[in-house]
Structure formats: structure tokens, C-alpha cells
């Protein structure tokens, strides 16, 4: 079955919008990361976040690791926040740390 | 900038062929992975080094795949006799040892076969 599952699968914004990104995932997955990867596919680290609440900027992200989610929110959103946003698990049972993948969140942010 | 590099950035070869992609992780760590991107999907994993030694390798990479780390620093992939199939893009990305999770991927190499 599926081990980390993102929605909305796509997103459509005005600039200055805020958005919430959510990512489950199943309990075989652990140490959740939020990655960006821009037009050009180059894939940007945003946040390493097992649990808790982090911040960076207008982004944030928590994640609640006993009910197997994240979220990802952003705020006062920016034509440059549009790409694709994946969320990524360790694998539980490897220990090589390999990241297992959501389909990702395609966001759009419009002018 | 001392990031994860890849070369070639783009390759576009003939079915059949032969292509070898490198990827030079940033400097002092030991950990690189190789993980494949088709349209639409999330990465994949393909194949892990804990610095020369190739530990897993993922069901994803069949024969014609092999991948190198020769002096536990850069890594090479090698796709032998291509198929339309294998057009994706390939992402390495490093990370430092044990407690450190958090993965740099590098740029990726966009593959297309024709």
C-alpha cells in the first residue's frame, strides 16, 4: 500500500494566499523531510522534521508523529514558491536512511 | 559552491546505447544515494554507498544498471543497452554519517531515449 500520501495533489494560488500542504504517511516511515523542487528539478531541502514545529522564514511545518502526518503551511505566498512540494520518510525498516517519496503537491502561484 | 554536483545535466541517447551519468557528493560525506524521477512521480530509490561499499540496492535496478564509488568520494551510474523506458531523471544526493539525516540532492541528469 501507499507509505507517505500528499494532498491536494495540485494547488492554485493568488499571490499573498496562505496554503496548507498535508503529507500521511504510514507507520513503516519515520523522520519526515519537506523538500521544494524548483522548475528546473533541482530538489531544495526545507525542513528535517521527525516531530514537532519548525519555522523558516514564511514557511512552517509540523509534524505529529504519533497520528503519522505532516503539514507544511505557507504563508503570504510568492510567485517564486511555485514548484513541486514533496514530503519523504525514512524507510523504517532500512537502516541506510533511503527516503521514501510522496507524489509531491504541484503549487502554482499566480501574479 | 561545495553542494552536489551532477554531469551530464541533460542526455538524450538512442535506444540501445550505452550512458554514464557522475555525480560528486559534497565533500566528507561518506553517505550517496541515486534515487530515479519519472513525470509526475516522486523520487525513487535506487541504489545506496556507505563510502566505497554499495550496501542496498533497490528491485528498480535491474542488470543493466550498475553503479560505482570507486574511492568512496565520486559515484558513477551505467544504464547498458537503453530502453524507452529508462527516460527519467536521475538524482544523487549525500549526506554526512549517523546522526545526520537530512539528504543534498544534487541538480539530477535528465535522461531521454529515443
Known amino acids: 500500500g501507499i507509505q507517505v500520501e500528499q494532498s491536494p495533489p495540485d494547488l492554485i494560488l493568488q499571490e499573498g494566499a496562505n496554503s496548507t500542504l498535508r503529507c500521511n504517511f504510514s507507520d513503516s516511515v519515520n523522520n519526515l523531510q519537506w523538500f521544494h523542487q524548483n522548475p528546473w528539478g533541482q530538489l531544495i531541502n526545507l525542513f528535517y522534521i521527525p516531530s514537532g514545529t519548525k519555522q523558516n522564514g514564511r514557511l512552517s511545518a509540523t509534524t505529529v508523529a504519533t497520528e503519522r502526518y505532516s503539514l507544511l503551511y505557507i504563508s503570504s505566498s510568492q510567485t517564486t514558491d511555485s514548484g513541486v512540494y514533496f514530503c519523504a520518510g525514512r524507510h523504517g525498516s532500512s537502516n541506510t536512511g533511503k527516503l521514501i517519496f510522496g507524489q509531491g503537491t504541484t503549487l502554482q502561484v499566480k501574479p | 559552491d561545495t553542494g552536489v554536483s551532477q554531469d551530464p545535466r541533460h542526455k538524450i541517447t538512442k535506444r540501445g546505447q550505452n550512458v554514464t551519468f557522475r555525480c560528486d557528493p559534497i565533500s566528507e560525506h561518506n553517505r550517496l544515494y541515486w534515487y530515479r524521477q519519472t513525470l509526475g512521480q516522486g523520487p525513487e530509490f535506487l541504489t545506496y554507498?556507505?563510502?566505497?561499499?554499495?550496501?542496498?540496492k533497490s528491485r528498480l535496478l535491474s542488470d543493466r544498471f550498475s553503479a560505482e564509488r570507486p574511492k568512496g568520494s565520486f559515484s558513477t551510474l551505467e544504464i547498458q543497452r537503453t530502453e524507452q523506458g529508462d527516460s527519467a531523471m536521475y538524482l544523487c544526493?549525500?549526506?554526512?554519517?549517523?546522526?545526520?539525516?537530512?539528504?543534498?540532492f544534487g541538480p539530477g541528469t535528465r535522461l531521454l531515449v529515443l
Open positions: 544526493a549525500s549526506r554526512p554519517g549517523t546522526t545526520q539525516e537530512t539528504q543534498y
Open positions: 554507498f556507505q563510502n566505497e561499499a554499495q550496501l542496498e
